[in-house]
């Protein structure tokens, strides 16, 4: 984070560094648990043995932080607190080995508590070594409590330690005491499930009242970090509530609701300095490490195989998947997933068969696995790149937000050398816009330069700087290649496509791509006659022509002529909407703007056009070239219009949707392109099946590069497909959602 800024709030954020009072100030998570609790023990006289309690939680869910407020709240009830004193142990009793060693910590502990049991300890201890010690100082501790007409209620952290601690003979007496005597309570908490309790063989099988602590909900998160924000970044929170909650969510999701780990991301998420958000993840990766390593620590070795392989897939898994990778047979990947289910770890996802599906419950303990122990080169980062795409899923603005940032971090030399590389690094992984990439690539390979650290600069290349090489080695079929592959087709890409395929003499592909730029770019074909009017000359020598237009491309970095043989044939108004005349100067052209004006109406659902546009694209074809990105358009457009015109005829025979082309064909005022637009009508148009379709065409890629909108298709099957729809990531949901809302609108706008 930046110097001047305010040191991290998780440093401070510990319950045991935190005073009485500002711990109750800041308690606000659990508040429900700790009512129900509290009430249980105000109301209860124990003048009889009382139920005893365990809570259950993963490490950081607050479950210290509910014990310590239990005994706040005793200690601030004058009345209650006379009768009971709350003694809460420490979060590691390394000292106790035994049950008599419980007994003595608990003397230890009572006498710092209330002086009137100061001497306790050294008159328990005085019958040490005697046979029966352990009986001796249970009736000292129970003598001292009668005497002074008092009640304990042990508050034991880490309850399962202190219990494999203990024989089988030394359970079963504690068990025995606690049912027993009236003037011991025991409330425990643990990380783990514990074998002690689940195991009916064992002494304290199901004699326990179990407290689970879950992740926050999505209310409980604002009203945490609304809470935290009454201190630190009151005005940043407070605006980030109101404008952007959906950052709080995904913290939230990332972090599945653990509380300790939402607050070591609090000031990530209010931080402005966006060019220290690396290093600042680098610290709180390092400071939740003792948290995420005790976690697994915990674990036997099966199950952290298990908990490994789940965080290296990152995505939900079956048994028989995860019995591949651990080398052990299904049914022991089975009862150790069970084992980590219970512990709060594992995520089960129930399919309608025998295979469910497994991922790890906490996303930030992956993130976490994946920057610590990645081996691959080429995976470095990887960690990084999760957390961007589950920070930034749906929230454009704000990862731009960070990217200039990010940009301006590098320009005023404010960034570490290897910071800015996996930063940029990273966006470039999350972004799908190579000329983003690009900007990114050359300032970080400039700012790497100017610190010095030239050992770093082989690290950095971008997909247009390969082009930018070839062009220059005039290799012009290998850039058009790697061009036309770009997800981002912006003016730059497409201008260096065009001049590709002038220079290879494929001018009708040249001419596809310009009509492209005119609709994609709304460039305005009269504008350069009236700033360029000498560039139409009458000259039927072609070198001349094209020595004229390739200087308009690379140097002026507009287009705006089309490569016609005779170009005074070019009409003033090519399109006059209002008297929805329509003048076309080539054919290709006419089936473009045909096509364009249709969806046009289609866009500003103008219902009153819906025939009209059936009209125009009567005559475009349905019969095409798989390979003509062209007439692939068309007939996407022809079909778009059909559906909304309720023609559901010709559905079953597929349109090629492979050529990347696609992708950035519509203008950009709509948000979307003709295949995205086409999948979403259909299912508006609950034709499911055909959609389905299309993303089983495993050549055209279409889950990977529609994952979102596949996943909303399988919702609407997920009676047929359960297991499928089932595999997707947690941090897509509200992506998907927003989708399924979309689709449900076009139902009633295209009805």
Not at 17 to 30: D, P, T, V, Y
Not at 75 to 80: I, R, T, V
Not at 707 to 723: S, V
Request: proline letters at 3%; a negative charge; aromatic letters at 10%.
């Amino acid at each position: 984070m930046s110097a001047n800024s305010q040191p991290l709030i998780a440093t401070i954020y510990n319950p045991h560094n935190q005073s009485k009072e500002a711990l109750i100030a800041g308690f606000i998570a659990r508040k429900q648990k700790f009512e129900r609790l509290f009430r249980d023990i105000r109301d209860s006289p124990m003048t009889k043995p009382e139920q005893h309690y365990l809570i259950q939680g993963i490490r950081g869910m607050g479950k210290t932080t509910l014990l310590l407020r239990i005994a706040y709240e005793i200690d601030n009830m004058p009345a209650l607190r006379e009768r009971l004193i709350p003694i809460v142990f420490n979060e590691e009793e390394y000292g106790i080995s035994s049950l008599a060693d419980v007994w003595e910590r608990t003397a230890q502990y009572l006498g710092e508590t209330d002086v009137a049991f100061a001497d306790l300890y050294d008159l328990m201890t005085k019958q040490y070594g005697q046979e029966d010690y352990e009986q001796q100082a249970l009736q000292t501790l129970i003598g001292a409590l009668q005497q002074r007409n008092k009640k304990l209620l042990l508050l034991i952290d880490n309850i399962g330690d202190v219990l494999k601690k203990l024989d089988t003979q030394e359970e079963q007496r504690l068990r025995e005491v606690l049912l027993t005597k009236s003037e011991l309570r025991l409330i425990g908490a643990t990380s783990v499930a514990i074998e002690q309790v689940h195991d009916y063989t064992k002494p304290f099988y199901e004699f326990f009242k179990i407290i689970h602590l879950d992740g926050l909900s999505q209310q409980e998160a604002i009203d945490l970090f609304l809470k935290l924000g009454e201190t630190y970044h009151t005005e940043a929170v407070q605006q980030l509530i109101e404008r952007q909650p959906g950052r709080i969510e995904a913290i939230r999701r990332l972090t599945g609701g653990v509380i300790r780990t939402m607050v070591l991301l609090f000031e990530i998420l209010v931080e402005n300095d966006s060019g220290s958000v690396f290093r600042d993840l680098e610290v709180l990766l390092d400071r939740v490490t003792p948290l995420y390593k005790h976690r697994m620590d915990d674990l036997p070795a099966q199950q952290q195989k298990i908990m490994a392989a789940l965080a290296t897939a990152w995505d939900a898994a079956n048994t028989k998947e995860l019995a591949q990778v651990v080398r052990l047979e299904s049914k022991v990947v089975s009862a150790q997933l069970k084992q980590l289910i219970n512990s709060g770890l594992v995520e089960k996802i129930e399919t309608n068969t025998k295979n469910h599906l497994y991922r790890l419950e906490e996303r930030f303990f992956n993130i976490w696995y994946l920057m610590r122990f990645g081996r691959k080169t080429d995976q470095r980062v990887l960690w990084l790149i999760r957390f961007f795409e589950t920070m930034f899923e749906g929230d454009a603005e704000w990862m731009q937000e960070r990217i200039d940032g990010h940009l301006q971090a590098m320009e005023i030399g404010n960034l570490d050398p290897e910071a800015a590389l996996f930063l940029t690094t990273a966006f470039a992984g999350v972004l799908k816009d190579e000329e983003m990439e690009d900007i990114l690539k050359k300032k970080t390979v400039l700012f790497l330069t100017n610190q010095g650290r030239y050992d770093l600069l082989n690290d950095v290349s971008s997909k247009y700087s390969e082009v930018e090489r070839l062009l220059r080695e005039h290799n012009y079929q290998k850039a058009v290649t790697h061009l036309e592959n770009f997800h981002n087709r912006t003016t730059r890409v497409l201008l260096d496509i065009i001049s590709c395929y002038v220079f290879l003499k494929d001018f009708e592909k040249a001419k596809e791509i310009l009509i492209e730029l005119f609709i994609s770019h709304k460039i305005d074909n009269k504008n350069f006659l009236i700033s360029h009017p000498n560039l139409y000359v009458n000259n039927n020598t072609k070198n001349t022509k094209y020595r004229l237009l390739v200087p308009l491309l690379v140097f002026e970095g507009i287009c705006l002529i089309l490569i016609v043989p005779d170009p005074e044939y070019l009409p003033d108004d090519v399109i006059n909407i209002e008297t929805e005349k329509i003048l076309f100067f080539s054919k290709s052209f006419n089936d473009d703007l045909k096509s364009e004006i249709a969806l046009r109406y289609f866009l500003s659902v103008d219902i009153s056009r819906k025939e009209l546009a059936l009209q125009i694209t009567s005559d475009l074809p349905n019969t095409i070239d798989p390979s003509n990105s062209a007439q692939i358009r068309f007939l996407l457009s022809k079909k778009i219009i059909q559906l909304w015109n309720n023609i559901f005829q010709g559905l079953e025979e597929l349109v090629p949707l492979k050529e990347p082309t696609l992708v950035r064909f519509s203008s950009k005022d709509n948000g979307g392109d003709v295949a995205t637009l086409f999948l979403r009508l259909l299912l508006a148009k609950k034709q499911y099946h055909t959609a389905y379709n299309y993303f089983t065409q495993e050549e055209w890629q279409l889950k990977d590069r529609f994952k979102p909108l596949y996943y909303a298709t399988l919702y609407f099957l997920k009676d047929e497909y359960p297991t499928e729809y089932l595999r997707m990531g947690p941090e897509l949901k509200e992506t998907v959602d927003d989708i399924l809302a979309e689709v449900a609108q076009m139902a009633i706008d295209y009805a």
